[in-house]
């Protein structure tokens, strides 16, 4: 079905991590090279770079121009994923290299991690189970009170589709919900903060659910932390790069935030070793979309995408 006009099947480099049946299901359907990591540059691919039309990568995937450039026949970038912030897209649309990602399948299962981080962040849950596994509970007695998230107010940066879930559920838990976008939404009932400061000083628990990239580097950083305050929760479903974690480790030494639960980070797999040692955090490795349904319904999507292309049919989603 995806067979070129000389009935050969277009040639695609897939990325991983992506699920092991969606690879299986993409062999099928196009002539396969897999890359364990971006980084890597095997024989198997430096010998087809020529022969390469297609890629299919997780979005945080740091596809450069420098990456793209090596792929002369490069035509479609299908992201595994809604953020897409891995790829340099300027340099796509330079060179009419079409970009998709997989909105919507993976809201839901975002938003629940954010929920399940607000949660456990709040009401020590992750720290409970750490207590009485080292059997401190016989030893100590009852772990110290946590905080309910009632009557709380979550302040949303990057309100849009995850972010309208994630508001669902908090409130569901009681919470009020405020928010932080580049632009004020005329859709929704929530209070509208013109900056992440202004979000911070307002609310209670700080959740980001924004895209990553240039745009938003560091843009919760120690003046926002401040803002945030010793009762102040930060926690992140966004990207890492959102965060300044040398900022963030600093307010959490200092007491000066009362704890965060982070699913992403700058440098991923490295996390600071630093956020190691407070009891007050809980830390997810990038796994908010990670449940197999989901991971499915995101793998089908992206060879969707490539399928249209393919076969000369527009993208179902589209990005460049
Ligand atoms: P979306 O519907 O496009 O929502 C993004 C929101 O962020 C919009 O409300 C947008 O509003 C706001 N925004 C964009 N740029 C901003 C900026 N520079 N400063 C402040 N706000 C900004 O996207 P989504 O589907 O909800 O996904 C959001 C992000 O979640 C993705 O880009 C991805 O990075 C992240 N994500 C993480 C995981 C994970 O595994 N942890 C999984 C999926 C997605 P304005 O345009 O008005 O600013």
Redesign the pocket.
Same mark, same amino acid.
């Given at each position: 079905m995806s067979e070129s006009s000389d009935g050969a099947k277009p040639c695609v480099l897939l990325i991983d991590p992506i699920p092991s049946w969606i690879v299986d299901r993409a062999r099928d359907l196009f002539d396969l090279i897999v890359l364990p990591h971006e980084d890597e540059r095997p024989a198997e691919f430096l010998d087809n770079v020529d022969r390469i039309l297609g890629i299919a990568m997780p979005?945080f995937a740091r596809v450069n121009a420098a990456m793209m450039a090596l792929m002369p026949n490069l035509q479609i970038a299908a992201c595994f994923?809604?953020?897409y $912030?891995g790829i340099d897209v300027s340099y796509a649309k330079q060179h009419g290299i079409a970009v998709s990602n997989t =909105?919507e399948v *993976?809201?839901d299962c975002?938003a629940d *991690?954010g929920m399940a981080l607000t949660l456990a962040t709040l009401r020590k849950v992750v720290e409970g189970d750490r207590y009485v596994r080292a059997g401190r509970w016989r030893s100590e007695g009852i772990l110290d009170l946590s905080h309910s998230p009632r009557g709380r107010c979550l302040g949303i940066? @990057? *309100?849009?589709?995850? @972010?309208m879930e994630l508001a669902k559920r908090a409130e569901a838990f009681g919470m009020t919900i405020a928010y932080?976008?580049?632009?004020e /939404?005329d859709d929704v009932p929530y209070p509208y903060h013109a900056s992440a400061v202004a979000l911070a000083e307002a609310c209670d628990v700080l959740a980001l659910?924004? =895209?990553?990239g240039a %745009?938003?580097l560091n *843009?919760i950083n120690a003046e926002v932390l401040e803002a945030l305050g010793p009762k102040g929760y930060l926690i992140n479903?966004? /990207?890492g790069s959102v965060v300044d974690e040398a900022a963030l480790v600093q307010a959490l030494s200092a007491q000066s935030i009362a704890g965060a639960g982070l $699913?992403?980070f700058a440098d991923e797999p490295m996390v600071p070793e630093a956020l190691f040692a407070f009891e007050n955090v809980v830390l997810q490795p990038?796994? %908010?979309? %990670?449940t197999v349904e989901t991971r499915t319904a995101m793998g089908n999507l992206t060879i969707d995408n490539l399928l249209a292309h393919f076969q000369g049919r527009l993208l179902p989603n589209k990005v460049a």
């Open positions: 979005g994923g809604v953020g $912030d =909105p *993976l809201t975002v *991690l940066v @990057g *309100l849009g589709r995850i @972010g932080y976008n580049r632009s /939404r659910t924004c =895209p990553g %745009a938003t *843009l479903i966004a /990207r $699913d992403v990038h796994q %908010a979309s %990670a």
